[in-house]
């Protein structure tokens, strides 16, 4: 949000400038459906999950008992964190007009706590991966997608979504396989640009390395690494109080302090709707 030399910083633009930023996510907030829980009055949400343990249906001998479908129900309850900055509007910088300075600030405010977040969606993402699939050869390739592909659909889920680090999208880059199952072609090579694959909306992550070295260990910046996910089920991200603003006076400082915040939570439900994929 640009500001003009004769506007100032108030509570409502920081509000408005650090929303913007948060609710234009990162990567791994994109793996999950979200959940307004603005209403509950608690700080706990509750999911109740069936379990797929129902009886299945099979042939019954005359005068035989009928099978009973039984289900069961999971409880699982998520508890929320607040996630909170702030920025100090000095005497100085409001007279003095030091309007780029401080807008710049806030956008910092509001990167800030959009990386904390996308970084509490991929934590969850990470410990609650169920299988890990891939040659683990140091590159990544079309083989290894085809891998991830076939080891979510085996649990009857529809992946839609893919992450790749950059060791990854590095690799995919210059994979001939991969080229040409790309609309785009050779196009991909020289603009970079990936898009969507095999009927998966593709995302760079260049925060985490998802791979490993050959030899299973994790290396910062090894990778050649990606998740294969679907958004659909996997989890959700649950907002108990949306991005809100609040200001007090610092009189020792002669400064106005506003301070930007939210709660949040995240939670993977079934985990088998996402495969790690190590190249």
Same mark, same amino acid.
């Given at each position: %949000? &640009? ?7 108030? $509570?409502d ?9 948060v609710?234009?996510?990162l990567?791994?907030?994109? *793996?999950?459906?979200?959940? @307004?829980a603005?209403?509950?009055?608690? +700080?706990?949400?509750q999911? @109740?999950?069936?379990?797929? #343990?129902?009886?299945?249906?099979? %042939? ?23 996630f909170a ?15 780029? %300075? ?24 990470? #410990? @609650?991966?169920?299988?890990t699939?891939?040659?683990? #050869?140091d590159?990544?390739?079309?083989? =290894?997608i ?7 659909? $085996? ?9 790749? =680090?950059?060791?990854?999208y590095?690799?995919?880059?210059? =994979?001939?396989?991969? +080229?040409?199952?790309t &609309?785009s072609?050779?196009q991909?090579v020289a603009?970079?640009e990936?898009?969507e694959?095999a009927?998966?909306n ?10 490993? =070295? @050959?030899?299973? +260990?994790?290396?910062?910046g090894?990778g050649?690494?990606? /998740? ?17 603003? #609040?200001? /007090? ?7 106005? *302090?506003?301070?930007? /915040?939210t709660?949040?939570s ?7 709707a ?6």
């Amino acid at each position: %949000m &640009a500001l003009k030399a004769q506007d100032v910083i108030t $509570e409502d633009f920081v509000r408005d400038t650090v929303e913007e930023l948060v609710e234009a996510d990162l990567v791994y907030r994109e *793996v999950f459906d979200q959940i @307004n829980a603005t209403s509950i009055q608690s +700080n706990a949400y509750q999911f @109740n999950i069936a379990e797929d #343990n129902m009886g299945r249906v099979r %042939m019954v001998p005359e005068g035989a008992e009928i099978p009973r479908h039984q289900n069961t129900v999971d409880t699982v309850t998520v508890n929320f964190d607040k996630f909170a900055g702030e920025i100090a509007l000095t005497m100085e910088s409001q007279e003095d007009g030091l309007l780029d %300075m401080k807008a710049r600030e806030v956008e910092d405010l509001g990167r800030a706590m959009d990386e904390v977040l996308n970084y509490e969606a991929y934590q969850e993402l990470e #410990n @609650n991966i169920s299988r890990t699939v891939g040659d683990n #050869n140091d590159s990544f390739s079309f083989a =290894d997608i085809r891998d991830g592909i076939i080891a979510v659909r $085996e649990n009857d889920y529809s992946p839609d979504t893919m992450i790749l =680090d950059l060791q990854a999208y590095g690799d995919l880059l210059t =994979d001939s396989n991969f +080229n040409r199952a790309t &609309a785009s072609g050779d196009q991909v090579v020289a603009t970079g640009e990936i898009g969507e694959i095999a009927g998966l909306n593709v995302l760079i992550d260049n925060t985490q390395s998802i791979g490993t =070295d @050959n030899s299973g +260990n994790e290396i910062d910046g090894t990778g050649h690494g990606a /998740y294969l996910i679907d958004t659909d089920r996997f989890g959700y991200e649950l907002s108990r109080t949306p991005m809100g603003t #609040n200001s /007090y006076e610092d009189p020792e400082r002669m400064a106005e *302090v506003v301070q930007a /915040y939210t709660r949040r939570s995240w939670k993977a439900l079934f985990p088998k709707a996402a495969v790690k994929i190590d190249g």
